[in-house]
């Protein structure tokens, strides 16, 4: 019995391992397209979906799992106040721009849904764009279903939508860990055939698109 039961933790263990291997392997040969100008006209347009990540957090208090309360954000790692004025300044870089943005999904963690109220000002909550780190695998299933859904429905000429959620997410959909925070990521909705990676806004580049 001893010895079965080592084999089975030595099986899972191996699982484990290679599942971690092959993400990490998956996150490193992603190609990022760091954005140019030419992406502006672009989406001043519509019809793109903007995946952003949320500001800068504090990182010494890390999420209270598993007794994490989405209605009290003390149980969470908290946006910091850098974070709070770096997501305002992105949100204000794409006014500028004049980027039409439409709706704008957040998830329910305070600090998505801070980024996106001082980035656009308004949100409604998804909460199947919940952090997926703190999720097992069955709990994933739907929150990796729904952003693929929301990347891959077309959004009208004329407005963009805005995704406000966590980097963890993106990359169990496409292998992508967007960094750093704050990070936009765009994409080109597709319907029945999914959606397109265009390319990544980072932070510090608004002031060059948007001059």
């Not at 764009?129 to 299933?141: F, G, I, Q």
Request: net charge positive.
């Amino acid at each position: 019995m001893r010895s079965r039961w080592l084999g089975w933790m030595a099986w899972a263990l191996a699982l484990m391992l290679c599942a971690s291997s092959a993400a990490t392997a998956e996150e490193k040969h992603f190609e990022v397209k760091q954005a140019v100008a030419a992406i502006i006209p672009q989406l001043q347009a519509g019809g793109f979906v903007l995946y952003m990540r949320h500001g800068p957090t504090d990182t010494t208090k890390p999420d209270r799992v598993p007794t994490v309360d989405l209605n009290d954000c003390s149980t969470q790692r908290p946006l910091t106040e850098a974070g709070r004025q770096l997501a305002a300044r992105v949100g204000a870089a794409i006014k500028k721009a004049g980027i039409p943005v439409g709706e704008v999904h957040a998830s329910p963690m305070c600090r998505t849904k801070e980024t996106a109220e001082a980035a656009f000002g308004r949100y409604q909550v998804d909460q199947y764009l919940m952090y997926t780190s703190n999720l097992t695998a069955a709990e994933k299933v739907p929150r990796i279903a729904n952003p693929r859904r929301l990347l891959s429905t077309p959004v009208a000429a004329g407005a963009n939508r805005v995704i406000v959620a966590h980097a963890p997410n993106l990359m169990d959909v496409i292998g992508y860990f967007p960094k750093p925070e704050a990070v936009v990521v765009v994409f080109k909705p597709l319907g029945d055939k999914g959606f397109e990676y265009v390319a990544t806004i980072f932070p510090e580049q608004w002031a060059e698109l948007v001059p």
